[in-house]
């Protein structure tokens, strides 16, 4: 293809609004055009990317035995309200009505249609298993659109579901689903990891994110270097970091820590590690009648390490949380510890609390903790001579750098990534049963498909590659999904006619032998031609002048590399294949 021919419209300066590598270095490219919040026009150059990148995908689930098909964009709220995802996914899907004012949503997703489609067509175990996936464009209605294609509302994704007559046809359609992607990741040319995750809104019963590894990630991945653990930090299990209870060496003193309100303030005052002291998070959970009304709340205490966190998912998890929790009021922490937040802890209480103790903390002794009266903390605090066992322990924390690994295997590292895949092994639960979706086993009995669903965020792979492989210049792509493979540019093409005949001679000759390659013919000067093509992220710069020319030999530059290799004219094609296929 010649220059001429598709659409370049690259800019010096990128809009004001845009935060991120990949968004700046979009816009300016002119691979996108904001059309609105959150909303962009795929120009030629960005559509080109998009194209590669879903070639890769349907390659790959073909392969895998998956059906292609298409799901509409605008689905009937009957069904979606037959899981109850109308009324719980909440305001990021977008719920419209028709003329005859019946409701419908603009899908984020598609489980609902899917498993339609599955009860009327699959109606027998001979039929299974089953996986059909689709490439379709999806909206969901963010509050705060950002960061370009990396978070806006309207982005194209790559879905399948697999339906099976049992959970270990489930699991095994689930592995071959995994083994694909990390083909399709693969073949990319991605820095990636595969991370155990939580299935979140989706639901089910096992996932795992697959996880573009750069800087400048929204998530953080948790891995051992020394084994094959990997997971996301709202999963990755933190072991308790204390063996065994010591026993009490200190006793309990009630001490003044005027203006103190944190851990690390207290630890700073009383010239203690902040590991000794322990930090307090009120939660409450509320039963309702009938009408939607609270009949009844619960105030929880949450205890984690002063220099730990805690995470709110592994909290979700906790028996008597599982329904969904709140921080608690002011009204609320007042109430049941006497204490406004910033001196709170479990001794001393007006009102009784339900304790919930993560494992470290379970095993400390001689710790410090608020005494709920402003401006003191107790220390030398025991568990069992100070103050009751608690209620549970459990896992609610996010695990730190250092943390054993829970294979056993060596020490957790924790670096950033971008989620641009997921695969969730759904079983039941939450979509066949709800739907009635079943099919007839060989004792003629119905039973509910065993379900897993697939994603890949198709337009965020390209945020996700520029966040991960760009420098100064502008975008470096890899090969396999870049807009083109390979750039001549020729100088002087509008003024020397042996340029000119080389330039598409070469052209013709590599594009004879498959290469995706684009010719400039715009008549740019040098300067601003390879800007261009820097700030685009071409693997590959050929270059022609007439003095090479005479010389017999062209400048072939990778865009990585910061000189070029002087290449004999004879040799180029075979010197592009070659560097390409590296």
């Known amino acids: 293809m010649k220059a001429t021919a598709t659409f370049i419209s690259t800019q010096k300066e990128a809009p004001a609004d845009a935060e991120v590598v990949s968004h700046k270095l979009m816009m300016r490219a002119g691979f996108i055009k904001r059309l609105g919040a959150g909303i962009y026009n795929y120009m030629p150059l960005g559509l080109r990317v998009i194209r590669k990148v879903e070639a890769i995908i349907r390659e790959e689930m073909v392969r895998a035995g998956a059906v292609e098909l298409l799901m509409p964009v605008v689905q009937p709220a009957e069904l979606w309200q037959e899981t109850g995802r109308f009324q719980a996914y909440g305001p990021e899907l977008m719920r419209v009505k028709d003329r005859h004012e019946r409701d419908f949503v603009i899908q984020p997703t598609s489980e609902e249609v899917i498993t339609d489609i599955a009860r009327q067509e699959l109606r027998s175990y001979k039929q299974l ?164 009304d609270i009949v009844k709340s619960t105030v929880w205490l949450l205890l984690v390490r002063g220099d730990h966190d805690l995470n709110e998912v592994k909290a979700g998890k906790v028996e008597g949380l599982k329904d969904g929790f709140r921080f608690a009021t002011v009204a609320e922490i007042e109430e049941h510890f006497g204490c406004k937040p910033g001196y709170l802890g479990p001794i001393g209480l007006k009102k009784p609390v339900k304790v919930v103790a993560d ?129 001549i540019c020729p100088i002087g093409y509008d003024r020397s006619p042996e340029v000119q005949a080389e330039a598409d001679k070469l052209h013709d000759a590599l594009a004879a032998e498959g290469i995706d390659v684009l010719l400039d013919d715009r008549g740019e ?9 820097e700030l685009i992220g071409v693997p590959l710069r050929v270059v022609l002048s007439d003095r090479g020319l005479k010389a017999g030999t062209v400048e072939m530059q990778g865009r990585r590399a910061t000189t070029a290799d002087i290449v004999p004219m004879a040799e180029v094609v075979a010197r592009v294949k070659g560097h390409l296929a590296a």
């Open 359 to 487: 494992r470290t903390v379970a095993n400390m002794a001689d710790f410090v903790c608020g005494a709920n009266e402003a401006d003191f903390h107790f220390t030398g605090v025991n568990w069992g001579r100070d103050l009751p066992e608690p209620d549970l322990v459990a896992d609610i924390r996010n695990v730190v750098a250092g943390d054993p690994s829970p294979d056993g295997k060596g020490v957790l590292a924790i670096q950033r990534g971008i989620e641009v895949g997921h695969v969730f092994y759904l079983g039941t639960k939450k979509y066949s049963t709800p739907m009635k979706a079943q099919f007839l086993d060989e004792n003629g009995k119905a039973q509910p498909f065993e379900m897993g669903c697939y994603g890949i965020g198709v337009t965020r792979i390209l945020g996700a590659a520029i966040e991960q492989n760009h420098d100064e210049r502008g975008m470096i792509w890899p090969v396999a999904i870049a807009p083109f493979a390979v750039v």
């Open 129 to 292: 298993p089953r996986n059909f996936f689709h490439i379709q464009t999806k909206f969901r209605d963010e509050r705060r659109p950002r960061f370009g294609v990396m978070r806006g509302r309207e982005f194209t994704m790559k879905d399948a579901y697999s339906f099976d007559r049992d959970k270990a046809g489930a699991l095994k359609s689930y592995q071959t689903m995994f083994d694909a992607y990390k083909r399709i990741f693969d073949r990319f040319g991605l820095q990636y990891r595969a991370v155990a995750a939580d299935t979140g809104a989706i639901g089910g019963d096992a996932s795992h994110e697959f996880q573009v590894i750069a800087d400048t990630g929204e998530d953080d991945i948790v891995y051992c270097p020394t084994s094959e653990y990997a997971a996301n930090i709202e999963l990755a299990e933190a072991l308790p970091l204390l063996a065994s209870r010591a026993a009490a060496s200190q006793a309990l003193a009630k001490t003044p820590t005027p203006g103190k309100s944190t851990c690390a303030d207290v630890a700073e005052l009383l010239k203690l590690p902040l590991a000794q002291t322990v930090k307090s998070l009120v939660l409450a959970t509320d039963e309702l009648n009938a009408k939607g």
């Open 525 to 533: 000067r040098p300067g601003a031609m390879f800007a261009d093509w």
